[in-house]
């Protein structure tokens, strides 16, 4: 079962005249897809989700599942399925009777329950851990019991909180992949917060950012990422580095060059451009949207160099595949594609 969720100007507060900790935030997430969360901490994301689940009532706004309105509906009679970052599993009980906890107040049979347990174990790779106590399982065997164990109950909706902060890379990718099936092959309707950028925009159908509680962008990822249309959406999907100047005719006219940015489309008068990090290049010789520039700063990141390069406009950041040379004075080029205006 699935439902499509949706949220409509939601307000919620902690202290009655206390400042909003969501702010008319609207939200609809089709049936069976995955939307991922990703905002600063304390933009509201934690009590976005508990307003879904019914433990925070809204104080404004609606909330529906395919239509129905959820404020008189109790959070237990939600269809709701919650994973936290940490697993929460209850230390007393076995793995199996953990994952069954919901099921026996279900009225399912003993034998029903076993079965079904198994079942959901080895669906995650845990074969053979039903007996065992959750503290002699790993991080991630752990979050594994906790996923299963909300999704035994056959939820409607699933919901995320940061499910994998707490897990070491390796062990988040194959969680990533885990997530993504299990919402396929259930067809549950899923929402997951992440303060990880890749993983929100890898494993969302849709990505939503938010900002002081408020919905500051909702679209597929890559759109996401090519138009964040905010400067702090773009800011937290990984630009730090803008160019101001006027836009007229696709091009930005700055005191130190014009740039084209055919992303500007007709806008005219003063404009910022976000400066995407990964599509800036150096030159030995001055180019098409290019500036002079001194190499300030260079940083291994593993995958690639970042350098920030100092120019006539500001600092430009930029990402190599080999070392720029510290100090070194060169002309750092910002192609059209590395542009995009920002609000
Ligand atoms: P996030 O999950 O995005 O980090 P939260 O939803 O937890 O953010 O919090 C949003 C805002 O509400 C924050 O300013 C936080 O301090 C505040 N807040 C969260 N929980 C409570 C609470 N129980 N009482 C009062 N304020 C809270
Ligand atoms: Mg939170």
Not at 49 to 72: E, K, S, W
Not at 91 to 101: A, C, D, T
Not at 184 to 193: F, L, P, Q, R
Request: some cysteine; glycine content about 10%.
């Amino acid at each position: 079962m699935s439902v499509t969720i949706d949220l409509a100007d939601v307000t919620h507060r902690y202290d009655p005249g206390g400042p909003a900790s969501l702010d008319r935030v609207s939200l609809r997430v089709a049936a069976g897809t995955i939307t991922t969360i990703l905002g600063p901490s304390g933009c509201g994301k934690s009590t976005m989700l508990a307003v879904i689940a019914g433990t925070r009532p809204a104080d404004a706004g609606a909330l529906h599942f395919d239509g129905r309105a959820m404020d008189d509906v109790p959070a237990a009679e939600r269809g709701v399925g919650m994973v936290l970052q940490s697993p929460f599993l209850f230390p007393h009980l076995s793995v199996g009777e953990n994952v069954g906890f919901g099921l026996a107040a279900r009225g399912v049979s003993r034998r029903g329950r076993r079965a079904e347990v198994e079942r959901w174990l080895g669906r995650v790779g845990l074969d053979g851990t039903a007996d065992r106590r959750p503290d002699t399982l790993s991080g991630g065997q752990q979050q594994r019991v906790a996923l299963v164990r909300a999704l035994a109950h056959s939820p409607d909706v699933l919901l995320l909180d940061e499910p994998l902060a707490s897990l070491d890379p390796h062990v988040r990718s194959r969680m990533q992949d885990l997530i993504r099936s299990l919402v396929d092959e259930t067809g549950v309707t899923a929402i997951m917060v992440t303060h990880d950028r890749t993983e929100a925009l890898a494993l969302g159908d849709r990505t939503a950012v938010m900002l002081d509680g408020r919905m500051a962008a909702e679209d597929a990822p890559s759109e996401v990422f090519a138009r964040p249309g905010r400067r702090e959406v773009a800011e937290f999907l990984g630009v730090s580095t803008f160019l101001s100047g006027t836009a007229a005719r696709g091009r930005l006219t700055t005191p130190a060059g014009v740039f084209a940015c055919a992303a500007l489309g007709d806008a005219a008068g003063p404009r910022t451009l976000a400066i995407r990090p990964e599509r800036v290049r150096l030159s030995e010789v001055p180019a098409e949207n290019s500036l002079r520039c001194r190499i300030v700063e260079v940083r291994f990141r593993g995958e690639h160099w970042e350098y920030l390069a100092d120019t006539p406009l500001g600092g430009v950041r930029g990402l190599a595949a080999t070392a720029p040379v510290q100090g070194g004075a060169t002309n750092v080029v910002l192609p059209d594609a590395a542009l995009f205006p920002v609000a």
